[in-house]
């Protein structure tokens, strides 16, 4: 079965800083994909990014963007120039390729607080 | 843009009644999830859903649960005697063909069962 591990429960950056958030992923696949949600306050859950396992290329999104190491499983994402309004709870998820429903599998969260 | 939309946004619901939470997915995508968030834990999936019928169910997704697409638009979510433990944000999801689609979420249904 496939796990997601954020071994960050909170973490805190200064307004304007880079901040890195760390995922593991266990699996024995090797189609899947991996993203990153956004949870602001409201509870709605934002698609911040994503990364397909077959790209070696590492993803962007303007200011976030991920290191992802296929051999070590691990999915980290990179927050630049941060702003206020990146204060959320981030979810990192893993979801197969190709099979009959690509459910998500979330991890615990990490909770960012960007200050002022 | 095009986006999921989810009724209604809060529920309060004695324990032991029916609860029906609605979803209406992006129109061409034909793939539909639910998912639960209990408050202060991690998401966790419920169910999906394609081509008229359950594609898979997680254990929480017992018989107190049952889905259902009644028309061409919305997706429901049912549970059909509500428990404490029920008491959880709501997420709908759906995503298009092929296995590359990303899901998008709804804003979700905050469910407070007492």
């Known amino acids: 079965a496939q796990t997601v591990t954020q071994s960050q429960p909170e973490m805190s950056v200064q307004e304007a800083e880079t901040v890195t958030l760390s995922c593991t992923y266990d699996?024995?696949?090797?189609?899947?994909?991996l993203f990153w949600y956004k949870q602001p306050p409201s509870r709605q859950m934002i698609l911040v990014i994503r990364?397909?396992?077959?790209?070696?290329q590492n993803a962007t999104e303007n200011r976030f963007s991920v290191n992802f190491q296929k051999a070590a499983k691990s999915f980290s994402l990179k927050i630049s120039d941060s702003q206020l309004g990146d204060t959320a709870m981030y979810f990192c998820?893993?979801?197969?390729?190709?099979?009959?429903?690509?459910?998500?599998?979330f991890g615990t969260g990490t909770l960012l607080a960007v200050q002022p | 843009e095009p986006e999921v939309t989810q009724t209604p946004s809060h529920q309060v619901t004695q324990m032991g009644q029916e609860v029906i939470l609605r979803c209406v997915p992006i129109?061409?995508?034909?793939?539909f999830y639910w998912y639960r968030q209990i408050l202060g834990q991690k998401v966790e999936f419920l169910v999906s859903?394609?081509?008229?019928?359950?594609?898979?169910k997680s254990e929480i997704f017992d018989d107190q649960f049952s889905v259902e697409r009644p028309d061409g638009s919305n997706f429901t979510l049912k549970i059909r005697s509500t428990k404490l433990e029920d008491s959880a944000m709501y997420f709908c999801?759906?995503?298009?063909?092929?296995?590359?689609?990303?899901?998008?979420f709804g804003p979700g249904t905050r469910l407070l069962v007492l």
């Open positions: 859903f394609y081509n008229n019928e359950i594609s898979e």
């Open positions: 998820a893993f979801a197969n390729y190709g099979g009959a429903t690509n459910k998500l599998i």
């Open positions: 129109s061409n995508h034909l793939y």
């Open positions: 999801a759906s995503r298009g063909t092929g296995g590359r689609e990303t899901q998008y």
């Open positions: 699996t024995s696949e090797s189609n899947y994909y």
């Open positions: 990364q397909e396992a077959y790209k070696q």
